[in-house]
C-alpha cells in the first residue's frame, strides 16, 4: 500500500505563512511528479503547483511569487511554502503523486484544510 498523508494546514491572518508537507510512505519504486491541488467550497479543485523528480516546478498563476513548492526525494517528502496568504487561499489542499509501484498511478491524500482570515 502506498498513503500520502498532509500536515501544516491551520488557520492563519492575511499575510501570514504556513507550509504544508506531504509524506509518503509504504511500498514503492519511485515517485515521479507531485503537486499540490486545493478546493474551495462550491469551487473545482485546481492546480497550484506541481514539481517533477528532477525539481522543475510550475505554479498557477494566483500563486506565482507567494508559493513555494519543493521536495525531499531522501524523505519521500514533498513541501509547500505559503506566504502573504489571503482569504481566497481558504481551501482544503490536497497531495497528488504519481507514483511507481507494480505499476504507475496516481495517489492522494486526504487533504488539509487551511484557512485565511481577513
Known amino acids: 500500500q502506498v498513503q500520502l498523508v498532509e500536515s501544516g494546514g491551520g488557520l492563519v491572518q492575511a499575510g501570514g505563512s504556513l507550509r504544508l508537507s506531504c509524506a509518503a510512505s509504504g511500498t514503492f519504486f519511485s515517485i515521479n511528479s507531485m503537486a499540490w491541488y486545493r478546493q474551495a467550497p462550491g469551487k473545482q479543485r485546481e492546480l497550484v503547483a506541481g514539481i517533477t523528480s528532477g525539481g522543475s516546478t510550475n505554479y498557477a498563476d494566483s500563486v506565482k511569487g507567494r508559493f513555494t513548492i519543493s521536495r525531499d526525494n531522501a524523505k519521500n517528502t514533498m513541501y509547500l511554502q505559503m506566504n502573504d496568504l489571503k482569504p481566497e487561499d481558504t481551501a482544503v489542499y490536497y497531495c497528488?503523486?504519481?507514483?511507481?509501484?507494480?505499476?504507475?498511478?496516481?495517489?492522494w491524500g486526504q487533504g488539509t484544510q487551511v484557512t485565511v482570515s481577513s
Open positions: 497528488n503523486a504519481d507514483i511507481r509501484a507494480l505499476g504507475v498511478r496516481m495517489y
